[in-house]
């Protein structure tokens, strides 16, 4: 009898310390799921949209964190990842992880974080968020000293990280002078309803990545702003005005005026009603290519690295194009169609989309939409169909594509039927985005040769 009873101790003892391991490895399982760092990237996106962060500023926040979390998968997975020195601009490197009871996902989260929070206004809601995920990391069985030399190495890396961002030139940028309005016709003027200053007029000026320089993909010249019935700008000025009226006549009802509300992204919108006004926040253009981002890392089932990767690479895509088109749109300073279809041909015309403060040409939305589709198409392939979810927390419907090029093109197009955009700022949009994203996938290896290979 005591044999059997002391064989049945030693059984439920067995299982208890089973069990204990289990449980003690909950907080691994979790540091190891993707939707951990797609769920510190939407809360960086909310936070965004909260501060009300314009498209070019808004690609700089997703960048830095970024480069910071890939960075620690370099360091962690050195065969599967090339380092980014010697690739992004005055890059420096970072720190080797040189501690056992370091978990590098846990570091990365925590770098992303804090460069994150860096770079808002909003830092109690990043806080918040780092609060609770740690609190559940540690019920998960997460022991103190790896949490600790977790967060002290994800503090080092934060710290190099913004230490490069301060050199960017941004915060010079803060104290240069705003747009002067000029008269003629042709030049860009604030647009109703609110008539906002010009968004970010020396964009050009901050450090590119990996683009040697702002201008190095400048399109064609515009066409001349010629009032001329025969003149070519006339007819694409006219085409904006009859598409636009239409979209807006069909009640919303029509497909053009789906997709012109589906790619609008516009951060702040305003509302007026009498002496009432309120406004809508919403994610930028780059938001949106962030959130088509974690669908994709989703779909294709990537691991907690890979999916750092393919943020890396559309980050760096949004942050390359919006360099290289705010660089074109503050050069050619294009009116926009609303000032003169108002002016001109009839003043109670409104686009279906609020037309955004900076000049028109090209169209940021064709060039970083057709970026991001490059480097995703690099990564997943061509024929990669998704179901894009991003707006459903906006109050929009789902789209399906069946490639990122199909989106990215749909996206460009969207700009002519919400009459914000001529076709000419489209086009030629979708053909620098191109170059930018080409650019960036030729001369952004993250990727090792042998794991380039398996990939394709």
């Not at 500023?57 to 964190?65: F, G, L």
């Not at 600790?148 to 960017?168: C, H, P, Q, R």
């Not at 169609?337 to 009839?346: C, G, H, K, R, V």
Request: hydrophobic content about 35%.
């Amino acid at each position: 009898m005591l044999r059997y009873c002391l064989k049945a101790f030693y059984l439920v003892s067995l299982l208890f310390l089973l069990n204990s391991c289990q449980q003690d490895n909950r907080y691994l399982e979790r540091l190891n799921e993707t939707s951990l760092f797609n769920d510190s990237m939407q809360q960086l996106t909310d936070v965004i949209v909260y501060d009300i962060f314009s498209p070019p500023v808004a690609s700089r926040v997703y960048a830095y964190p970024t480069v910071a979390a890939y960075s620690i998968m370099q360091k962690t997975y050195p065969e599967k990842y090339k380092t980014l020195e010697g690739q992004l601009t005055n890059f420096p490197g970072i720190t080797d992880i040189n501690d056992p009871n370091i978990i590098p996902n846990l570091s990365a989260i925590h770098a992303f974080l804090l460069v994150g929070k860096a770079l808002i206004f909003s830092e109690n809601k990043i806080d918040e968020y780092r609060e609770n995920l740690y609190a559940e990391l540690k019920d998960l069985g997460l022991p103190k000293k790896q949490f600790e030399k977790s967060i002290e190495y994800g503090e080092i890396v934060a710290a190099e990280i913004l230490n490069w961002a301060d050199t960017d030139f941004y915060k010079q940028t803060r104290t240069y002078p705003k747009y002067t309005i000029q008269q003629d016709d042709k030049y860009w003027k604030p647009t109703p309803p609110d008539y906002m200053e010009g968004i970010e007029p020396h964009w050009n000026k901050i450090r590119p990545m990996v683009l040697p320089f702002a201008n190095i993909f400048n399109p064609p010249p515009p066409l001349k702003i010629d009032m001329d019935p025969n003149s070519k700008f006339y007819n694409e000025l006219m085409e904006v005005y009859e598409v636009g009226k239409q979209v807006t006549e069909d009640n919303n009802d029509s497909e053009e005026a789906k997709i012109a509300a589906f790619w609008d992204c516009n951060p702040y919108v305003s509302h007026h009603k009498g002496h009432a006004m309120f406004a809508t926040k919403k994610i930028t253009p780059g938001g949106h290519w962030i959130g088509i981002t974690k669908i994709a890392t989703e779909i294709a089932e990537d691991t907690f690295d890979e999916a750092i990767n393919s943020y890396l690479q559309v980050s760096v895509a949004l942050f390359e194009g919006f360099i290289s088109c705010w660089d074109t749109k503050w050069n050619t300073l294009v009116v926009r169609p609303e000032t003169l279809i108002n002016q001109y041909l009839d003043e109670e015309w409104l686009p279906k989309l609020q037309t955004p403060p900076f000049p028109e040409y090209t169209s940021g939305h064709s060039v970083i939409s057709k970026a991001s589709a490059v480097v995703l198409t690099k990564i997943y392939g061509d024929n990669f169909t998704f179901d894009d979810t991003t707006e459903v927390k906006y109050g929009l419907p789902v789209r399906s594509f069946n490639s990122f090029m199909h989106a990215a093109d749909e996206a460009a197009i969207s700009r002519l039927y919400g009459g914000i955009h001529y076709r000419m700022a489209i086009e030629y949009g979708v053909e620098q985005g191109e170059k930018v994203g080409d650019y960036i996938s030729e001369n952004l290896t993250t990727l090792s040769n042998s794991q380039e290979v398996a990939q394709n």
